[in-house]
């Protein structure tokens, strides 16, 4: 625990118990190909990883940058850039457009849990990215990991976390070890096919988007939400469609759909400007807790003939959902 390394022998210096038990859970859920000849790198958060990937995939002879594309970035704290299009990147929840796109370089960004993401098959990229904080909501351990099918890169990447961390928290990845491994063998477990914990997510998910997809039938066009379509899930191997941990709500045109749902209802949620959208769309947060979800949707939405307006039990009751 003293040492910055753990293993001197691996070509990443990680646990190897964690390296095992990732590699584990991959093969259970049976999203991403994690045989011998790949290699897990273990980074501070998929931040940190991402950023090992591009520092990996550049060439430090050349006259000049290398030119990166991914999906435009506008948010209130980031400023939009434009580049040319060379490499391409995979980015998934939180975006309207958001959808599983193929990059130039077969490499992507799969930082879900398994009913977030398309699992027909297993991925086989270059380069895949994982997060501890989108698998499990352990946001704070700051555990993210890539697998990596060339050595070349996989090492330069373990020299960009050495150089800008010396490493990552042991304490974090022996959490990591424990929490990971706990769910591993419950996914194992036949006795427990229907509460594992990815079953139990997904259920939840589930009956959540249901729940407001009614809410928004009532609302007469007034509101609707997007339609994804089924695919069959490799994990639980049934044809399922996506339950995103964030749903995109759009208005009639004219309308303002955070500050409606602001000052009607007193919901907060995050309007689509603050993503570079348009107004008409707002992003609603389908993970915020049983109490809170329930108080927030419980009611009925109802349009009239030139005016419209939303009813809710607890009108005075704030819910914080963004």
């Not at 977030?116 to 086989?124: E, I, P, Q, T, V």
Request: charged share 25%; glycine share 8%; hydrophobic share 35%.
């Amino acid at each position: 625990m003293m040492s910055y390394i753990s293993n001197a022998d691996n070509l990443c210096w990680l646990m190897p118990e964690l390296d095992r038990v990732i590699r584990r859970l991959h093969r259970v859920v049976g999203n991403a190909v994690v045989d011998d000849d790949r290699f897990i790198i273990v980074g501070n958060g998929s931040t940190q990883i991402f950023h090992a990937l591009l520092y990996a995939l550049s060439s430090p002879d050349q006259p000049e940058p290398i030119s990166v594309v991914a999906a435009a970035l506008s948010t209130r704290h980031i400023r939009r850039r434009r580049s040319s299009c060379d490499r391409g990147c995979i980015n998934g929840q939180g975006r309207r457009s958001a959808s599983i796109r193929w990059s130039l370089h077969r490499g992507g960004d799969f930082a879900q849990q398994p009913r977030w993401l398309d699992s027909r098959n297993r991925a086989g990229h270059d380069a895949m990215l994982f997060t501890f904080s989108k698998a499990t909501g352990h946001a704070g351990s700051r555990i993210g990991w890539a697998i990596v099918k060339d050595k070349a890169i996989a090492a330069k990447m373990v020299k960009f976390i050495e150089l800008s961390s010396i490493g990552v928290s042991k304490e974090s990845q022996l959490r990591a070890v424990k929490i990971l491994g706990v769910i591993d063998d419950d996914c194992r477990n036949p006795e427990l096919e229907d509460v594992n914990f990815f079953e139990y997510g997904r259920r939840i998910m589930s009956d959540r988007w249901e729940k407001l997809r009614r809410v928004v039938i009532k609302t007469n066009g007034v509101f609707n939400l997007p339609e994804y379509p089924q695919h069959n899930c490799k994990f639980t191997g049934e044809y399922t469609h996506a339950t995103p941990a964030f749903a995109w709500l759009r208005c009639k045109e004219g309308l303002n759909c955070e500050e409606l749902l602001r000052e009607k209802c007193k919901i907060m949620t995050r309007g689509g400007t603050s993503f570079g959208g348009e107004s008409t769309y707002t992003r609603v947060n389908m993970l915020s807790s049983d109490a809170e979800f329930t108080l927030c949707w419980k009611g009925c939405l109802r349009s009239r003939t030139h005016q419209w307006e939303i009813e809710f039990m607890l009108m005075s009751t704030l819910c914080v959902i963004n």
